[in-house]
């Protein structure tokens, strides 16, 4: 039966065991994961409050119990969304800053209209309002906005003198008039002095934008002894007399929270810690708290959740120090008026909820907040196929033993060290892989951290890093893919490659074997000394000796032997040079490979060694981002960045576009057919399941 609207996976599995097959539309598969950048109460108090999340990739999300409960906003159609404000004359009217511009909602988030097109990055509300709402913005590369009359007629009018950077990402008024701003700085300086970046930092008005002035640069601390100025902050909050702000450094881990109380001409900074005494450092965001103005809340990059009761001078953990591997990334805390909980917006990890009391204390995982940012999905098609394995955006590995119906966390492993670059990149899982037959050989590839293998079902292990007899490869470039084949033969893709920084394809008999294949090859012609860079490899599902190898800029390579790769034949038109985003093999004909590429669907009838551009009429967007057929190879599917999902039962001349029903369309990051499904890997909206046969009939 339906569960708000959606089948759950185990139902949904059950009922096609019955006569009729009633599976029609997509259902959600999700962790309730997601990368939260916002939390906003708007009214109420108690358990029934009403809060708001903002997240990239899944759009705006909506709890009427304090954050316990979510559900999605579906009238929104901007996915990636950045902050959110409420009018201080009406408590349903809300604002959201996108990636494709300022929205405003009248009646709590069902409607939506959008009020500029440029992407926008924050939005305060002046709580000196009156009639209509005047409302600043943040848009990169023109910096601060003025929005006078926001929900009426609006007018723009640009605000940013005195500012010296235009990326914007903080506003908070401090009262009617008097706002302050956070920029972003070059915060990737490594140049002596280091870290003192020349511009960015925090600015303040009191004539609502028409003028800016900078507050000195904050304290940077490499170690507890050595201190430096920075402009690197990452949030600011206020009350009437004080100014809180953060500052983190992504390399190493430093930046703490700090104050300055008027006339704001210097910064107070606690003592700086360290991962080992477990003191606040490399602070990610700071709120006030609803319930007292000297009390704020501050989340950090790797050591959770901290409470201060003056105004940001003395801070204390909310957290147990043996949940640090879950909480990092901390983007956004809020409590509630005449509440007594504090939520966390985890990066890649959704949201959670405690007690708002003193000291350590335990966190709970909400529910309904369906924005997991998926890259990879993997079982053990023949011994376990419904054990799934899913890699997400900076929120690691999540773990299912029953088809996706429910999951846990899988990152035992990943945290091994707190210093230097760790930080949230290093639970960014990006491509996971796992034996058809052997449930001991898992593998998954993190952003800056390299190859993990799963020792014992329950905890990761590095793979070599360099050691002799192990993957030497480098360990801080972005994996762009990874499969194990039926043999046990692994296949690892990292996108950089150079003279002096190898990446490319690497391939080894298992994962603790792996040595680059030489792939892509450098470009003799025009001369320009690089390669594409290394994408996806696809394996067929007739052959185990035959792998495909995708590239950026460039056609594919194949194997017809597991090793040796040979390019294969593109005819195609034009002055731009074709890449392909995704290969099919067809299971039933190993002749047929269908390709997505940025100029098209193209098809081959000899097993991928030549392909030609077929019509492919049907198709909204023709850069379908990822493709894949059905177990029988009757239907072929494939979805787009922008949100469509479409299927083919010709092989890829025409296709058809599906209808997702109540669920909102998230962007496709890839499709993959397991266990007898069709699943819709997507950024920031979990994974859609789809029945081949009913979804494309």
Known sequence: MPVNGLCRAAVCAAALLGAELSYATPTLISANAGEVRDLLYTT????????????????????????????????????????????PLSATRIYAATESGLWISPDSGSTWTQLS???????????????????????????????????????????????????????????????????????????????????????????????????????????????????CVTDVATNSTTIVATSHDALYNQGFVQQSVSPYSTWSLPTPGSAITGDLFGALAVKRDRNSTSTFWAGSAQVGVWKSTNNGLAWSQQMPNAARDVFTGINAVETIAGGSSVIAGIRGLGVWTAPNSTGAQAWTLATGLAADRVRSLANHSTAAPTTYYMALEKGGVQKSTNAGTSWASLNAGFNQVYTYATGDSVRSAQVIAAHPTDLNNVAVGLRSAGLYTLSGGTTWTQVGAGSAGSFSGPVDHRPQSLVITSSGSTFYTLFDSGASTP????????????????????ESSPGLGVAPGAYR???????????????????????????????????????????????????????????STNKGIF??????????????????????????????????????????????????STWSAISLDTLPAAPVREVRFLNGHVHWLTDGGGIYMSTALTECP
């Open 537 to 595: 490899v696809v394996l067929s599902p007739n052959d185990v000796n035959r792998v495909f190898f995708l590239m950026y800029d460039s056609e594919p390579y194949r194997a017809t032997d597991g090793a040796t790769f040979s390019r294969v034949t593109v005819s195609h038109q034009g002055f731009m040079r074709i890449a392909f985003w995704d290969i099919a093999e067809r299971p039933s004909n190993a002749n047929i490979v269908v390709g």
């Open 603 to 652: 098809r081959s009838s000899d097993g991928g060694a030549n392909f030609a551009r077929v019509s492919a009429t049907g198709l909204a967007d023709l850069n379908l981002s990822s493709i894949a057929y059905s177990g029988d190879g009757s239907r072929l599917f494939g979805g787009t960045l922008s949100g469509g999902y479409f299927c083919s039962k010709d092989d890829g």
């Open 44 to 87: 109420g108090s108690g358990s029934t409050a009403t809060v708001y999340a903002a997240t990239l990739g899944g759009g705006v999300f909506k709890s009427t119990s304090s954050g316990t409960t979510w559900s999605a906003l579906t009238g929104l159609p901007s996915r990636y969304v950045y902050r959110l404000a409420v009018s």
């Open 117 to 231: 097109f440029d992407p926008t990055t924050a939005v305060a509300v002046d709580p000196g309002s009156s009639t209509s709402d005047t409302v600043m913005i943040g848009v990169p590369g023109v910096g601060v906005v003025l929005v006078t009359s926001a929900n009426l007629s609006p007018t723009f009018i640009r605000s940013a003198s005195g500012l010296d950077s235009t990326d914007v990402l903080k506003i908070e008024y401090q009262a009617a008039g008097t706002a302050v701003a956070a920029l972003a700085c070059n915060y990737q300086d490594v140049t002596p002095p280091y870290k003192r970046a020349n511009y960015g930092g925090v600015f303040r008005t009191t004539d609502n934008g028409v003028t800016w002035t900078g507050l000195p640069s904050l304290s940077f601390s490499t170690d507890s002894s050595t201190t430096s100025p920075t402009k």
């Open 503 to 522: 990446g490319g394809l690497f391939a080894g008999a298992s994962p603790t074997t792996l040595s680059s294949t030489g792939k892509p090859i450098y």
